[in-house]
T-cell receptor, first 115, second 114 residues
Framework: DGGITQSPKYLFRKEGQNVTLSCEQNLNHDAMYWYRQDPGQGLRLIYYSQIVNDFQKGDIAEGYSVSREKKESFPLTVTSAQKNPTAFYLC??????????????FGPGTRLTVL | SQKIEQNSEALNIQEGKTATLTCNYT??????LQWYRQDPGRGPVFLLLIRENEKEKRKERLKVTFDTTLKQSLFHITASQPADSATYLCALVLLRAAGNKLTFGGGTRVLVKP
């Protein structure tokens, strides 16, 4: 089955700790994205990557870091510098290209709670 | 400032009726607009895409309109069913946006009662 997987589904962190959220896709998509969703709100873009070894900041990148060493993988690290990290984190991927119109395929999400 | 607004109040509707959701935007010139469905605790799922030069798009019981003069998209679910209960998100893609980034509205929750 092709798709996007995220792990873990639930994650608890103590204040001051860094945590890394996993995102893997086997859709052969070039572009990958990380979003944050707070209760009752829409998705806000944290980071995105259009190609391996390249990524750009989204609208709320402060306190987060990413890497894109492989096409299939786009892990997100939530650092201790992120002031309010408790949220639902969603990873997505899409094909690139001018004519693909790029619908995004989302993973199941990771719910991070800071204790 | 740029804004995408969806009705934050839940839409309660009787089974069989048509649900109509709105997505309004300001200070954008979107190349196209997408609609997604999100169930509680899950990732959004793509439903429909409409381009700036299209007025209307249909897919089964779903219909989307796009009025660039009014800066508004309407999303209709006809003959609604309890299984249609979910949150619906609109998302804009700006012309030549780097990385084809989507900008999402806050979503509207729909509850279809039997």
């Amino acid at each position: 089955d092709g798709g996007i997987t995220q792990s873990p589904k639930y994650l608890f962190r103590k204040e001051g700790q860094n945590v890394t959220l996993s995102c893997e896709q086997n859709l052969n998509h070039d572009a990958m994205y990380w979003y944050r969703q707070d209760p009752g709100q829409g998705l806000r873009l944290i980071y995105y990557s259009q190609i391996v070894n390249d990524f750009q900041k989204g609208d709320i990148a402060e306190g987060y870091s990413v890497s894109r060493e492989k096409k299939e993988s786009f892990p997100l690290t939530v650092t201790s510098a992120q002031k309010n990290p408790t949220a639902f984190y969603l990873c997505a991927s899409s094909r690139q290209g001018s004519f693909s119109y790029n619908e995004q395929f989302f993973g199941p999400g990771t719910r991070l709670t800071v204790l | 400032s740029q804004k995408i607004e969806q009705n934050s109040e839940a839409l309660n509707i009787q089974e069989g009726k048509t649900a109509t959701l709105t997505c309004n935007y300001t200070n954008y010139s979107p190349a196209y607009l997408q609609w997604y469905r999100q169930d509680p605790g899950r990732g959004p799922v793509f439903l429909l895409l409409i381009r700036e030069n299209e007025k209307e798009k249909r897919k089964e019981r779903l219909k989307v309109t796009f009025d660039t003069t009014l800066k508004q998209s309407l999303f209709h679910i006809t003959a609604s069913q309890p299984a249609d209960s979910a949150t619906y998100l609109c998302a804009l893609v700006l012309l030549r946006a780097a990385g084809n980034k989507l900008t999402f509205g806050g979503g509207t929750r729909v509850l279809v009662k039997p």
